[in-house]
């Protein structure tokens, strides 16, 4: 039997185990390291949808804004509260019985109205008035301007529909009637107030130059006042045969006429018929035929501060040559009875010279006034000194209408409160 040399034990299990170790360690990092690069992932994936979404609604740059390199500031944004604008109690008022409104404006400010602003021609065509200190370089004073239209003929001019305007609502005036103001870059204006009132369209044009009075503007406008021009006009009797009383309240006057023409013939089967138009009572026989017809009274309004020949010469002879057409005071009525001793009668009047004929007197009246001024017929306007914010003015012509045995109609003429 051989005898072989000791060997050293062979330890399987101990070599398995120091083999098996790192190897299970290996295997064990795997799942935490794909978590952690599946995480970074996501986030970045979802950094990129937030970033594209925000990209997307992010508001545009600023320079979008710059459209209008000036920006535009309207001057009656007050308006919208009227109710914190005051006027000063010496403030004039100026009134017009055509349109039914009427404003308060500064005592040292005047007005000039074109063309008589008294009533829209049978074209339709506007009247304006003008309104501004009454020192302004300008003759007549143009610091604002009001320009009517008959509402069925007014389209917008096209200026003021071009992109560079812009637009603003507001609420004019005493009883806050809805207006639209615009103002548009280029325009020889500060602004433009447009408004319906009844069958008109008024239009308010801010001339250049309104920055030094912007607050006086809208005291203005916040006392703009549109009367009720529901009130009808009515007849009565008065008790007296054949007599009628005209009465008209939203012109502020009434009068008594005989209603047979000629006054007291049983068999005439004419009568006398009356008309009211805008500021005019027409008053005429049935046979004669129109609205326009016969003897009519015409109501004006006045400054309260002004005197009958003061309102006249404003309203009617501006730009005239005072030495050539004046104003000329007859308190005498035209017929046997004299008007009360507080009525004012005065005409527009012309000197006359060594050769003043028919030719001569129709000539100078036409250049005093075609409508108003003295003529070969009876004309004449009347104040009442205890109602001053207004006068009227009568034509006449040749013929006399009774209201009784002594009085012709005109004679009569009441003011009303």
Request: aromatic share 12%; proline share 6%.
């Amino acid at each position: 039997m051989e005898n072989f040399p000791p060997q050293t034990p062979v330890q399987p299990s101990i070599q398995e185990n120091t083999q098996l170790e790192p190897k299970a360690a290996q295997s064990g990092n795997k799942p935490w390291t794909l978590l952690l690069i599946i995480l970074v992932v996501l986030l970045l994936a979802t950094s990129l949808v937030l970033a594209f979404f925000l990209l997307k609604t992010k508001t545009p740059p600023i320079i979008m804004q710059n459209v209008f390199p000036t920006p535009i500031t309207p001057i009656t944004q007050v308006i919208e509260t009227q109710e914190e604008i005051t006027v000063p109690n010496d403030w004039k008022t100026y009134k017009n019985t055509k349109y039914n409104f009427s404003f308060r404006y500064p005592n040292d400010w005047s007005n000039y109205s074109m063309n008589d602003f008294s009533e829209i021609d049978t074209n339709g065509n506007e009247k304006v008035l003008y309104l501004g200190p009454s020192k302004s370089t300008s003759k007549p004073p143009q610091l604002v301007q009001i320009t009517i239209y008959l509402a069925n003929d007014y389209s917008e001019p096209e200026l003021l529909n071009e992109s560079n305007c812009t637009k603003k609502e507001l609420l004019i005036g005493i009883d806050k009637l809805s207006a639209q103001y615009k103002t548009c870059n280029g325009l020889g204006s500060d602004g433009y107030i447009t408004f319906k009132s009844g069958d008109y369209i008024f239009v308010i044009d801010l001339l250049k130059g309104n920055a030094n009075f912007e607050n006086i503007i809208d005291q203005i406008l916040s006392t703009f006042k549109f009367a009720d021009s529901n009130k009808e006009s009515y007849t009565e009797d008065t008790g007296v045969k054949d007599q009628k009383r005209y009465v008209s309240p939203k012109l502020g006057i009434s009068f008594l006429y005989i209603t047979r023409y000629p006054s007291g013939l049983e068999e005439s089967q004419d009568k006398m018929v009356t008309k009211e138009i805008d500021n005019k009572i027409y008053l005429r026989s049935s046979s004669q035929l129109g609205d326009y017809q016969g003897q009519f009274v015409e109501v004006f309004e006045k400054d309260p501060n002004e005197t009958l020949a003061q309102a006249i010469e404003r309203q009617f002879l501006v730009r005239k040559d005072k030495s050539q057409c004046f104003v000329s005071y007859n308190t005498l009525s035209t017929g046997s009875q004299q008007y009360p001793a507080n009525y004012k009668r005065a005409e527009i009047a012309f000197p006359e010279d060594e050769e003043f004929d028919m030719e001569s007197m129709f000539k100078k009246s036409e250049y005093c006034s075609t409508d108003y001024a003295r003529t070969n017929g009876i004309r004449y306007f009347l104040e009442d000194i205890k109602h001053p914010d207004k006068f009227v003015f009568f034509s006449i012509g040749q013929e006399a209408i009774m209201a009784n045995e002594t009085q012709t109609w005109q004679d009569t003429i009441t003011f009303l409160d």
